[in-house]
Each structure stands twice: as C-alpha cells, then as structure tokens.
C-alpha cells in the first residue's frame, strides 16, 4: 500500500530527521547520448546538492526498462521517498508513466504528478483531448491518418510536432508548412517520423508570441511563479519563429542567441497576463498535477491565447527556465525542490 500519512511526509520533506534517505531517480543515459538527453544527470546533481544542504541522505540511480532490475535497485536502495526525475525509458518518452507506474506498485512515495498525469501531457493528443473537454483553447490539429481520409482541408500555416518527445526534439523552422492540402500536409508529417520519435501530428501554426508559465505547489497553494516571454531578438520576418531544438540546445547556433527570456511586461499586457495565470491554473486542474508544471502559450496577433504545451515534469537544472522563474520569483531552488519534495504523493489540489 502506499504510505498515505500526511503528517509523516510533511515531516520527512520538512527535514525533521536528517538521516531520512532520498533516492533521486533519472533517465539511463548512454554514451551516445544527445545534449538534451545528458541534462537529467545535472538535474539529478543540482537536485541532491540542495537535499544534502538539508540534512537528507541522498543516492541517485537510473530507471531501467526492465521492471525485475528497476525493482532491485529500488530496493537496494530502501528509500524513503523517490525524487522522481524520469522522463524516458530506452530514450523515448512513451515510457514516461513507467517510474511512478512501478513506485506505485511498491508503495514507495514519490515527487511529482502520477503517472496518469504524466501520461496525458506528455501524449500531446492525450492533452489535445483534455484540453478541448475541459473548454481550454489550443490550436486545431490534423493526425496523418485523418489527413489521408480527408477531402479537403482549410489552407494555412502548420507546424510539424512529435506526439510523444519533448524539448522540441525533431522541431525546427522546417517544421512549418504552408499548404491546404491534406496530403502535402500527410507527407511533411511522414517525412519527419524519424526526427519526432516514430509518431508525429499537425498543429496549426499560431504566429505571435510565446509565453511560459511556471507553476509550484505549497503548502498554502499552487503559486504561479513569474512569467516569461520568450523574445525573438533580430528575428529576419520571413522566418517562423519557432523554438525549435536548437533554441533550446545549440549553443552558438543564431536561435540560441536570438531567443531571450523577458520577464518586464507594458502595463497594456496585465490583462493578457491575467488571463494567461487564469489558464494556467485550469490546466493543473485539468491534468490533476502535482509538485510542479510549466504551461506554454502563443498568443495571435489579436491578442488570443493558445495552450501549446502542458509540462508535467520540466527540468529543475539550474539556468533553465522553471529554475530562473524561481529565481525571478524571489524563492531559492533550494526552496522549490524541497517545496517539491514536501508535496510528495500528496493528493493534487485544486489551482484555486
């Protein structure tokens, strides 16, 4: 069964016992492994450096694919509670819900949103469904199946997405098509399968700007820390401003340079950014998260918001983004992580 005593958690998360063990649970990373993929064992450093200064005994271990070894090091290791960091499993993320699917099973409490939860954000077609059902806007979609049986389509801008990879694994500007035909549009999504992990769909293209909302659950509430913009610094107009992976990855690249967080907003955009707080909250509702999330937007040049992207478990390494929205938020990592830590299992609340 799993350990539902509040009260014992709070105290472990709140350090009333030093030797209480955490085990801080990440990705295999192979040799060959790409630079987005590494980032989970600097998390995972970044993430027991602040236990440790706690007063936790810490150990760090990998989630294998193999249910019968993940087992025994789970149990190898007798933890107290697990800092749940995993995201794939055998380098894809449609294993994502398997750590805290296994966890479960053993009764073992763990940070972060159950597995459900990571399961239908992180399936973007999962989080399409829920996002339309629970009334929350997000740009029209096309599956490559359906494109095959269509007829016709409405012509437009789309962008090329993974259904399952995040961290705009396979996104690039290339990703963009102009085209009202269904087939055109059938055969981008075919010919990028390789780059988006086997399963790919189409989104409308939604040209404007893009926002990141971080959220954090404590004791008095889920706090919606400060919002970031990403801006598109000297960005030639005939590009589509995309951030794509090597935004986010390829340091030296011109859209590395040329995507830049901004946190000072004009006083005629309070309204958009209250609105954006507003969504963002219904979709930790509606996903039932927990510990922590991010929610991405784009906002159409008539000032409409989009969900794009709903975040279960983003990366706590240092110099991120949910790490600098912290920072921006006058907390300390270290209070978030052990914030995170303190929310362990606890049954997801409402955003309100």
């Not at 077609?125 to 490559?144: E, N, Q, S």
């Not at 399963?199 to 990141?212: K, Q």
């Not at 991120?320 to 303190?342: F, H, K, M, P």
């Amino acid at each position: 069964m799993i350990d539902t005593n509040l009260v014992q958690r709070k105290r472990l998360a709140a350090g009333m016992g030093s030797g209480s063990r955490v085990l801080i649970l990440h990705d295999e990373v192979d040799a060959d492994a790409r630079i987005d993929e590494i980032e989970v064992l600097e998390q995972a450093q970044a993430v027991s450096a602040v236990l440790q200064r706690a007063g936790y005994t810490t150990a760090l271990a990998s989630f294998s694919a193999d249910s019968t070894v993940a087992t025994a090091r789970l149990h190898a290791a007798a933890p107290d509670v697990v800092f749940n960091l995993v995201e794939t499993v055998e380098r894809s993320m449609r294993g994502t819900d398997a750590a805290p699917l296994l966890l479960a099973k053993l009764g073992i409490p763990f940070t972060g949103s159950s597995a459900q939860a990571l399961r239908n954000s992180t399936n973007k077609l999962l989080a399409k469904r829920i996002l339309v059902d629970a009334g929350l806007p997000t740009p029209p979609f096309w599956l490559r199946d359906d494109l095959r049986c269509a007829g016709s389509m409405v012509a437009g801008r789309w962008i090329v997405k993974s259904v399952w990879e995040h961290g705009s694994v396979g996104l690039e500007e290339s990703s963009v098509i102009d085209t009202g035909s269904a087939a055109e549009l059938s055969d981008a999504i075919t010919a990028r399968l390789d780059d988006l992990g086997g399963a790919g769909y189409a989104e409308a293209y939604i040209d404007g700007r893009e926002f990141n909302i971080a959220l954090l659950q404590c004791e008095a509430g889920i706090k919606v820390l400060p919002i970031a913009e990403t801006a598109f610094h000297d960005w030639p107009a005939a590009r589509p401003r995309v951030v794509g992976w090597r935004a986010k990855w390829a340091e030296g690249s011109f859209e590395y340079g040329h995507t830049v967080r901004n946190y000072e907003f004009a006083a005629g955009d309070a309204s958009l950014i209250g609105e954006l707080t507003g969504l963002a909250r219904r979709c930790w509702d509606a996903f039932r998260l927990a510990g922590y999330a991010r929610v991405d937007f784009r906002v159409d040049s008539g000032g409409r918001p989009w969900i794009i992207d709903v975040n279960a478990n983003p990366t706590l390494a240092p110099g991120a983004g949910y790490a600098a929205a912290v920072a921006r938020s006058g907390r300390t990592l270290d209070e978030a992580v052990l914030a995170i830590l303190a929310s362990a299992n606890c049954a997801p609340p409402a955003s309100r």
